[in-house]
């Protein structure tokens, strides 16, 4: 089974830009999609963009279309998510996960690792 590590969270002013990363170990980590998911405090975990095993499709959120952008580098064994014109309401712990399988990007329950977050916060 993969595990997944989270980092490059901070404090950025809105407009800014951040890219997070989420450093897989464990044997085939190709094989698996991955998601990126985020909660803001008092509010229900929510899915922000997701990338198939070998990065051919990408899934956003409507509310991160067009400013963040998701990829991969599997000789790295690393996905990133690449945040731009952050506004105060991204401000949440940014938590990367993998499954097994296609379909259901959006849904955490189908992701099997998770990490442990890591906090991004936009100032206004």
């Known amino acids: 089974q993969v595990h997944v590590v989270e980092s490059g969270g901070g404090l950025v002013q809105a407009g800014g830009s951040l890219r997070l990363s989420c450093a897989a170990s464990g044997r085939s980590f190709s094989s698996y999609a991955a998601g990126w998911f985020r909660q803001a405090p008092g509010k229900e975990r929510e899915f922000v963009a997701a990338?198939?095993?070998?990065?051919?499709?990408?899934n956003y959120a409507d509310s991160v279309k067009g400013r963040f952008i998701i990829s991969r580098d599997n000789a790295k064994n690393t996905v990133y998510l690449q945040m731009a014109s952050l506004k105060p309401e991204d401000t949440a712990v940014y938590y990367c996960?993998?499954?097994?399988?296609?379909?259901?990007?959006?849904?955490?329950?189908?992701?099997?690792?998770w990490g442990q977050g890591t906090q991004v916060t936009v100032s206004s």
């Open positions: 990338i198939t095993g070998g990065g051919g499709y990408t």
């Open positions: 996960a993998a499954k097994n399988g296609a379909a259901y990007y959006s849904d955490s329950t189908t992701y099997l690792s």
